[in-house]
């Protein structure tokens, strides 16, 4: 039924409602009313206003069916116009809703006299109400009664003002427009920003409700009772128009590149509350400042998660091909989505960041943690922001490696093998250590690459937080730390891009993973990869009742007998090149399972390797920091190396705290559990120990963001031991 519908049926002078009649309305749109005083009348049909009553008695009506929204009908059978003397009218209120929560009245008036209203005002969210009208007129109780009438409320729907505002700092002041309830919005003109994307309108500066397109045209009508903001929502594309190209160099400027992020800078401070384990063992966290409210959700190759953070200078993370300078000054030469010349595979290619403040802001049982794009009062550089030990040269901007190294040579490209140590000579044979990775890093003279540093893991941890308003990242994404399966070949193929295995085992592994093929099941074993190595599981498809067959992504195909293993282990770089985002993984089914990598800020991590870091390491229970590599005569402690303050575990157990000094994450608690605090683990012991982040193809348990293994010895390295190249491994010491 549309509305409210009031009737009321006078007889002698005298009105009275028809108890129960809601004018509720049959499948047909008829109208019937029920369970009325007195007696009931049946009509077989009511059309054009006329009404065939089969009985009538003391004035009560039971309708069967009403072509028209109008009743006239009393008295002893007959039917239309005015019958006995009585005027009959049906209100409707339309959308609207009496005060006082009824849905039926009536009301009617004898002939010759005037028509009864009713008593309440409808009212209506949004709308002032005009009056009643029949017929087009309007109705009133100075209107005289001549005949029944279909009264229907004639609303007007209330003015309010609508703000439009550009939302970003220095623009143009903003502009109102009259809106009216329940109207769809008038397309408008889409804004123009230099160096920006139009996203469209929203009801919140950051996240909220959309209501025009980025193409201007209108999403909805205005559905609140009252006037509004709207902002618009901007995607940088950096200042584009302020890069400028060195063709002589085959460089782009640099002072050009940091003119491009800053062009993105908003100085606001965004901020995330880690609780003290002691306080709350918890995993969660809570945003603060311009964070509170911001949203970043996880990715997949079939869809781009929510990214609040995007075009926003202090979350900037733009691919691009480039390096080191010897003196430690970054280089960019091709930028993804601007160069056509820009090739992750062909080229070393890392994420450009900038140069960020943090601010620490101790309180009760917790640790404020403060960003900012801007030095505000009382922040401190990051690691990494100085190049010398002076403080006298700053970065204009930091490269995070995309991927992690594969020949030793301090790479980052896609596509490529995760490089730790084999007995065989496989691809991607390098013994990495925390030992070999700082040497290696010492010795470099060509450029001012490094391998893996603490600043780096701090980069990601931290901003994993703030991002995603998590203490312990570990329950929102893995990584690949759990896919250490194998399995027997159950059908033998001949020049196939498959592999047959059971169906027990099938379901052991996923879509995405990688997988090798040979005659054994040792990682250092080249027979375990002779006939594929680290191939892409594209698809898992039925072979019979019992057995399954895992679609190979090979550039071969391969002949299997039943004599053949199945192995899955670490992954090729670049397997998450495809997710839609600069943050998520394969698929949701995988983001926590600990069976593929997962990207973040654009940078791929948890291979299935450890990851060496080069400038730290522990001895007793005293950790050791050096942010110039060659500064140091040797991993010794003494010249170049900074003891900190903060005591380091001795005895393994899982990360209940960390603390953040000198711009290095140090766990300070193993206390927690499984599924509290960090959510992941510290191997440690009282001896002089490399330290290793993330994990192997292990314990799902254990491994993840935030894990750390400062147990084996400085040189210890292996099949599961691999590193990643750093762009700030000559720097000054953070504060």
Known sequence: ?????????????????????????????????????????????????????????????????????????????????????????LFDTGKGAFPDGTTVAHTTSTGGGFYVLPEERPVRTGYEFVGWYGNGEPVTEATVATQSLDCVAKWKANR?????????????????????????????AVPEREGWTFMGWFDDPAAGVQHYAADGS?????????????????????????????????????DSVKAYLDFCADGLAYGVRIPDYASDPGTEAVKLGANAGLVLE???????????????????CVRANGGVDPDGMPYVTAIEGIDEGFD????????????????????????????????????????????????????????????????????????????????????????????????????????????????????????????????????????????????????????AKSVVVSKANAEKTDVGCFVSVGTATSYTDASSYSLAELAQVKAIEPYDENNSRLVLDVARAITTTTDNKVIGWKARSGSCDAVLGTFGTLSEDVAKNGKAPFRFQNCEWL????????????????????????????????????????????????????????????????????????????????GTCSWLVGGDCGSLSDFGPGFVDAYGSLGDSGSDVGGRSSCIGKAALAD
């Not at 909805?220 to 929502?233: F, S, V």
């Not at 960041?353 to 943090?358: D, G, K, S, W």
């Open 298 to 316: 996880m990715s997949t190759l079939d869809k781009a998660g929510r990214n609040d953070y995007a075009g926003k200078k202090l979350f900037w």
């Open 344 to 495: 992750a595979v062909a080229y070393d290619t890392y994420a450009i960041t900038p140069v960020y403040y943090r601010l620490v802001d101790k309180g009760d049982g917790y640790e404020d943690r403060w960003y900012s794009d801007t030095r505000l009062a009382g922040y401190r550089p990051c690691a990494g922001a100085y190049v010398d030990a002076e403080k006298t040269r700053i970065r204009p901007y930091i490269l995070r490696a995309c991927y992690p190294d594969s020949t030793g040579d301090m790479d980052s490209r896609s596509g490529t093998v995760p490089a730790s140590q084999t007995a065989q000579g496989l691809e991607g044979n390098f013994a990495h250590s925390g030992q070999k990775d700082f040497e290696l890093s010492k010795q470099r003279e060509r450029d001012g690459l490094s391998f893996l540093t603490y600043g780096d893991v701090a980069y990601m941890l931290e901003f994993m937080q703030l991002m995603l308003g998590v203490k312990a990242p570990k329950t929102v994404v893995t990584g690949l730390v759990n896919h250490n399966w194998n399995a027997q070949v159950t059908v033998g193929q001949t020049a």
């Open 1 to 89: 039924m549309d509305g409210t519908y009031i009737d009321r049926v006078v007889q002698n002078g005298m009105s009275a409602p028809l108890r129960d009649s809601g004018a509720l309305r049959d499948e047909d749109g008829a109208v019937k009313g029920t369970n009325l005083a007195g007696g009931a009348v049946t009509s077989d049909k009511l059309a054009d206003g006329a009404v065939g009553a089969a009985k009538v008695a003391d004035g009560a009506v039971t309708r069967d069916k009403l072509a028209q929204e109008v009743v006239d009908m009393i008295g002893e059978g007959g039917g239309g116009g005015q019958v006995g003397g009585t005027i009959i009218c």
């Open 218 to 254: 209108a999403l909805k009508a205005w559905d609140r009772a009252e006037g509004g903001t709207l902002y618009a929502q901007w995607r940088g594309v950096g200042g584009t128009h302020l890069l400028r190209f060195d063709a002589e160099a085959g460089r782009y400027d640099n």
């Open 607 to 686: 291979l299935g390797v450890y990851e060496a870091v080069m400038n730290m390491y522990h001895t007793g229970d005293t950790a050791y920091v050096a942010p110039d590599a060659k500064a140091c005569a040797a991993q010794d402690g003494k010249t170049g190396w900074t003891a900190l303050s903060q005591k380091v575990p001795t005895t393994s157990g899982y990360i209940g705290d960390y603390a953040v000094e000198r711009g290095a994450m140090v766990p300070k608690d193993a206390s927690a559990t499984s599924t509290t605090g960090y959510n992941v683990y510290i191997y440690s012991t009282t």
């Open 160 to 188: 309010y003002d609508l703000t439009l505002d550009l939302n970003y700092k220095d623009a143009p002041a903003p502009t109102t427009r009259d809106i009216h309830y329940d109207e769809k919005l008038a397309d408008i």
